[in-house]
């Protein structure tokens, strides 16, 4: 992509860098240029691609179903009208499935949480080298279209979800109805140091598997597709076996992609869900 040959390792480790800003070694402020460079630059490293993909994302979300239910008709729906009707009625019901108690946030969230991760998700569909090899025609070093591959990312919005649990845990049950149930569940209250444990273990690790788990499943499904794209490289040589490779990457790029979409739609609807189920509990006296 820089015009210079990149061997596979260069070619991964180049795929798999963010666009990062932040203090750089000599004291400036500015973009890496490295791997190096963005590990030295600490904690207040900030992924510009990341930021600005997942906010193109969510504005065109918002767009999108705004002024579809501004034009929504009552006569014969128009194919996108039909389209954002299904993912409000499947939301909908998947909300009335897991949600027991009545909060009126709670659809909204699960729309936004649902419609937001699938898009950044489907991001992994378009082909690896497109955006980044545009992005680098106008001078930007690195690009990585899909916001899930980055912890950073994931890890926010699970945080953003563990915030609203605590709050409505507290909100519903009190102060003191909250730290009951971390001190005095599941072994009353001659075991409060296990309860405390158990409980507060289960508490933070909601906020971390619901992170891991949407990030190391795109992560792994993005490392796949640059492996097939590196097949691509063979096609130089102009061998036989360097052409039959090509042809090979052709039909894994094809058949990772149409399973991929099953994997992208089914780890939004998993981050959805257990936000609906973890807002439940939270809403509920015991759990």
Excluded: C
């Excluded at 994997?263 to 981050?271: K, M, N, S």
């Amino acid at each position: 992509m820089s015009g210079e040959t990149l061997t596979s390792s260069e070619y991964i480790k180049h795929h798999l860098q963010n666009l990062t800003y932040g203090h750089l070694p000599d004291g400036s402020w500015g973009f890496a240029h490295s791997a190096e460079q963005a590990k030295e630059m600490g904690f207040w490293a900030i992924n510009v691609d990341t930021l600005a993909i997942s906010f193109v994302l969510g504005a065109l979300f918002l767009i999108i179903f705004g002024r579809t239910a501004k034009k929504a008709s009552a006569g014969a729906p128009s194919g996108l009208q039909n389209f954002v009707e299904w993912i409000v009625e499947f939301v909908d019901t998947s909300v009335r499935g897991s949600f027991t108690a009545r909060n009126d946030m709670v659809a909204p969230l699960a729309l936004t949480i649902f419609a937001w991760v699938l898009l950044m998700n489907l991001m992994d569909l378009l082909p690896i080298d497109y955006l980044p090899f545009v992005a680098h025609a106008v001078g930007v070093p690195f690009l990585k279209v899909v916001p899930t591959t980055d912890p950073n990312a994931t890890f926010g919005m699970s945080i953003g979800v563990f915030v609203l649990v605590v709050y409505y845990s507290i909100k519903m049950k009190g102060v003191g109805g909250f730290v009951g149930e971390l001190t005095l569940q599941p072994f009353g209250k001659f075991g409060l140091p296990a309860n405390l444990f158990l409980e507060g273990v289960n508490l933070i690790a909601k906020p971390i598997s619901l992170a891991l788990r949407l990030f190391g499943n795109m992560y792994a499904g993005e490392m796949i597709f640059i492996l097939i794209a590196l097949m691509g490289a063979s096609w130089v040589s102009a061998t036989f076996g360097s052409s039959l490779l090509f042809g090979s990457q052709i039909v894994l790029s094809l058949g990772w992609a149409i399973f991929h979409i099953l994997i992208v739609t089914l780890q939004a609807f998993i981050f959805m869900t257990l936000t609906i189920v973890y807002l439940d509990m939270a809403h509920q006296e015991h759990h």
